[in-house]
Nanobody, 123 residues
């Protein structure tokens, strides 16, 4: 049984930074760890993922501003978000996704979801 628990969301002004954390447990070696987000009225979208090799991939909308990483014990995945924009406001979800071999990873390929953490970027 895989469990994912996010934390770190909150409110921040445009240009600010936040770091999201996802503590996970269970057998996740066969999955990519990923972050998705969903804004009100919009579909859930892939943001970034990290492979077991440490390779990372990002959506064009966050590339250069967000950084996904994992702790050495491989039990926490982080999403460092810098230069935040109002368009980044959304519920952010940690996910264990099937290794589909391509990106963006569709939400349909996610095996496990966290409960989500809300990020609001507003002046």
């Amino acid at each position: 049984q895989v469990q994912l628990v996010e934390s770190g969301g909150g409110s921040v002004q445009p240009g600010g930074s936040l770091t999201l954390s996802c503590e996970y447990s269970g057998s996740i070696d066969t999955y990519w760890m990923a972050w998705f987000r969903q804004a009100p009225g919009k579909e859930r979208e892939w943001v970034a993922h990290i492979m077991s090799t440490g390779s990372t991939y990002y959506s064009d909308s966050v590339k250069g501003r967000f950084t996904i990483s994992r702790d050495s014990a491989r039990t926490i995945v982080y999403l460092q978000m810098d230069s935040l924009k109002p368009d980044d406001s959304a519920m952010y979800f940690c996910a264990a996704a099937q290794r589909v071999g391509y990106y963006p990873v569709p939400p349909s390929e996610v095996a496990y979801w966290g409960q989500g953490t809300l990020v609001t970027v507003s002046s």
